[in-house]
């Protein structure tokens, strides 16, 4: 016996095994051929997993070492995380470098965290590290069940209108970052991912061959695909010392509460950026004009939206933004001074848009001199390029800039003083996975993709730090890379989100699978701009269509930016109408986002979400129907969407303002494309 406590426990027999436990989960560590085990309380279990890294040719686990030994344990005390034991568990053999692994159980906690890491006497290079492989993983679930076993996939970014996608075996995926391995019904889950975001790009990938099996689990540092935008290998990582990316195991009754505890682990590692202020209300001007941007729009909204709509309710804090988008070069500058000024004497607060990391010139104008850097640097010299020295394929049309370059700093520098000087309060960032990219950086100490991005990143935002400006400025990331997240407030859950009904669904499927980033990763999540009539390049929608894309902006946490050319009427008096109602309003003031009550959706989403507000005793509930040929029924069980079945409930359809009761089922009836909020409390509370 090593040592005893009240809450982990850890025990070593026979020299060969050594089990570490808590009461939520366990952790078995095989001496003998250097594998380890982890389980929860009901079976669930990764089994006999290894960790290996790609070296001088060969992947080598830890199956090809000769020896394996605990070289220490200590008792550790971790903010957010409390107290709990750290096991290092050296592998060594002759001709290999040194292999550790690093085990953290907590007191309370349902999850283990793993790290590895090899070190040698001298440099050398990886770019692909395991942290765990095994070919045993189940969630320890009955075999009717086992047939329901589902994988959530997780994009790395939000470009191309990618989705979140929810699959089952057979299979062959991958996500990034995180992933959850659940079974629909009991929702029961295992959640893994990666809690370090400053080095490797992660990936999760998942094969098997049967149903309701997976045969094998690789949860490595190094991931490239089509979905990472890459076009190189992964980055080596180089030293004497090399670090795997510090990975998350956790066992969930229910795997919504474990990607939520994901989350919040994320930020006991590396806290979010805080943000004092509410939720941004306002307007943005993309889908309004997008390139057709100019003078009037810009002011005749910021008129309007005082005049028209803020005496009815929708602000937030007393202000509104009036955020430019891209073509804000459109504008001259007296056009512009002017424009700012007549926001600001509206009372309202001016935002404005910028890509860091994308170029969007031509060959031809590679010699363009980049701003703020005196003629020093051209566009053709801060340009990322490959190994070979050519500059890298264009994503969505924009060239890839190196975050490291001196040259991008200064050119940074000047667009922050820009934006600074003119008195902007908010800044929606576009085409960040550019600056994620693999290639040859200009700083040679930084060889990844991620490590660039991080570096561009955090340079901006301390640039744009209330300590460096003296006032609060707003950063929101639009097309970004999940992680890293500690550079924004906001970051859009999805690709660009127009009216229709169909870009409601499509927004709804990142909320059913990205809820938990709201106040955790990110202050709030960002549901892009909410057309309530009709955006620039689609035809006009129907009301309840418009409605719709409204009612799933409200509940997404939520950056809550119209869409609309108000100089439209229909346009106009559905905003009068709509942000009249202070009912809804006010949940979206709240900055929650609501849960989805189902996730095995295939590439969908969800049609029913939920909100508990503890403070208030009460539950709000947002139906949708996203058929726009016909009527829905629907009967929604109240226990499932984590109420009491057997209380009986006052319910307000906040649209409508619709009253009744309702126990055990609430009966819904949508008319074509449209939305229901309820506000449910205990009858007689």
């Known amino acids: 016996m090593l040592t005893s406590n009240t809450a982990v426990r850890v025990e070593q027999q026979d020299d060969t095994l050594i089990r570490v436990s808590n009461n939520h989960v366990s952790l078995e560590i095989h001496l003998g051929n250097g594998e380890a085990s982890c389980n929860d309380n009901f079976s669930g279990h990764i089994q006999n997993f290894r960790s290996a890294f790609r070296w001088q040719g ?14 220490s344990k200590e008792t550790i005390v971790r903010e957010g995380f409390g107290k709990g034991v750290h096991l290092v568990i050296l592998h060594q053999t002759s001709m290999l470098p040194r292999l550790e692994q690093h085990f953290y159980i907590y007191e309370s906690l349902p999850f283990v965290l793993v790290q590895s890491t090899i070190d040698s006497d001298g440099e050398i290079k990886v770019n692909r590290f395991a942290v765990i492989q095994t070919k045993q993983i189940s969630l320890g679930i009955g075999e009717a069940q086992q047939q329901g076993l589902s994988i959530l996939r997780v994009p790395f970014d939000n470009d191309k209108w990618v989705r979140y996608t929810v699959v089952k075996p057979p299979l062959d995926v991958e996500s990034y970052e995180a992933a959850a391995l659940f079974e629909p019904d009991s929702r029961r889950g295992i959640i893994m991912g990666s809690l370090t975001h400053k080095v490797w790009k992660t990936g999760i990938r998942f094969k ?93 909204t ?85 190994s070979e020295g050519e ?46 990219l693999e290639g040859q950086h200009h700083d040679p100490e930084i060889t990844t993709g991620i490590a660039a991005y991080h570096y561009g990143m955090s340079y901006l935002q301390q640039k744009l730090s209330p300590e460096a400006i003296g006032r609060p400025f707003f950063i929101n990331l639009s097309i970004a890379p999940l992680f890293p997240y500690a550079f924004a407030h906001s970051r859009r859950i999805s690709c660009d989100v127009f009216g229709t009904l169909k870009d409601t669904e499509y927004l709804l499927n990142s909320l059913t699978h990205g809820w938990w ?64 109602n202070n009912k809804i309003m006010n949940v979206a003031r709240l900055g929650q986002t609501f849960r989805p009550v189902e996730g095995d959706c295939g590439k969908g989403a969800s049609d029913v979400f939920v909100l508990e507000l503890v403070e208030e005793q009460s539950f709000y509930l947002a139906v949708f129907n996203f058929d726009a040929a016909r009527v829905v029924h629907k009967t929604i069980s109240l226990k499932r969407a984590g109420l009491d079945a057997s209380t009986i409930y006052s319910y307000e359809e906040l649209w409508e303002g619709v009253q009744g009761e309702s126990s055990g089922d609430l009966n819904v009836t949508l008319e074509q494309a449209e939305s229901k909020i309820y506000r449910l409390t205990v009858k007689g509370s």
């Open 517 to 580: 980033m709201n106040n955790t990763l990110y202050r709030y999540n960002d549901p892009d701009h909410s057309v309530l009539y009709k955006s620039f390049n689609q035809e006009a929608t129907g009301l309840q269509e418009g409605r719709s894309r409204l009612t799933a902006s409200v509940i997404a946490g939520t950056v809550l930016l119209l869409g609309d050319d108000f100089r439209q009427a229909e346009a106009g008096e559905r905003a009068k109408e709509w942000l009249a």
């Open 302 to 386: 910021s008129d309007f939206l005082k005049k028209e709509v803020q005496p009815l309710g929708f602000q937030n804090e007393g202000t509104l933004y009036i955020n430019f988008d891209a073509f804000w070069d459109n504008f001259t500058p007296e056009e512009m001074k002017d424009a700012l000024d007549r926001v600001r004497q509206n009372g309202h607060r001016a935002g404005t848009y910028w890509t860091p990391f994308a170029f969007w010139g031509s060959p031809e104008q590679f010699s363009q001199v980049v701003e703020g850097t005196d003629g020093q640097y051209t566009y053709g010299d801060i340009l990322l390029r490959d």
């Open 391 to 436: 500059v890298l394929p264009d994503v969505d049309g924009g060239l890839a800039i190196d975050p490291t370059h001196p040259g991008n700093r200064l050119r940074i520098d000047w667009f922050a003083n820009k934006f600074i000087s003119e008195g902007f309060e908010y800044i929606k960032l576009d085409f960040l996975a550019h600056g994620a």
């Open 58 to 71: 060969r992947e080598y686990s830890t199956e090809h070492y000769q020896s394996h030994e605990l070289k």
């Open 208 to 300: 098997s061959e049967r149903s309701g099996h997976i045969d094998e689990l690789d949860l490595y540092g190094g991931a490239v695909s089509e979905l990472t935008r890459d076009f190189q290998p992964h980055g080596y990582v180089k030293g004497k010392r090399i670090e795997s990316p510090l990975v998350f195991i956790g066992f969930y009754e229910d795997y919504r509460e474990g990607l939520e505890a994901y989350g919040r682990a994320n930020t006991w590692i590396e806290a979010p950026l805080q943000w004092e202020g509410g939720v941004p209300v306002g307007w943005n001007s993309w889908s309004a004009a997008m390139s057709e941007l100019d003078y009037d729009l810009y002011t005749s």
